[in-house]
């Protein structure tokens, strides 16, 4: 056990108050970095001109890592978007294709 479970578990008597520490470090660094992919990918679509053809697959990567961020914020009991969207400038092109999974040829 490292020093900083075993002082928190000092206090406590318990382990469990260490784990739920972690765990919400996890959490909160997972949401972090999914919050970090939607940014990048935005700024990528962003950087792209209407006729780019790799604008199609920004789009596509963009809605994946919103998707993804928005199921992050769920898991931690955070249901409602609307701020999200407005603060990330989410376009509605890629809030329209949230969920959608793109198909893939399969022999």
């Not at 994946?64 to 509605?92: D, K, L, N, S, W």
Request: net charge neutral.
């Amino acid at each position: 056990m490292t020093d900083k479970r075993a002082m928190l578990a000092g206090i406590s008597g318990s382990i469990l108050p260490v784990f739920e520490y972690e765990a919400a470090e996890e959490a909160a660094s997972s949401l972090g970095h999914a919050g970090s992919r939607v940014e990048i990918t935005l700024a990528a679509l962003r950087g792209c001109a209407g006729g780019d053809p790799s604008r199609e697959e920004w789009v596509s990567d963009a809605a994946v890592a919103v998707y993804h961020y928005f199921i992050q914020r769920e898991i931690m009991g955070m249901r409602r978007h609307e701020g999200v969207i407005r603060e990330y400038a989410i376009p509605g092109e890629v809030l329209a294709r949230l969920g959608a999974i793109k198909r893939r040829n399969i022999r």
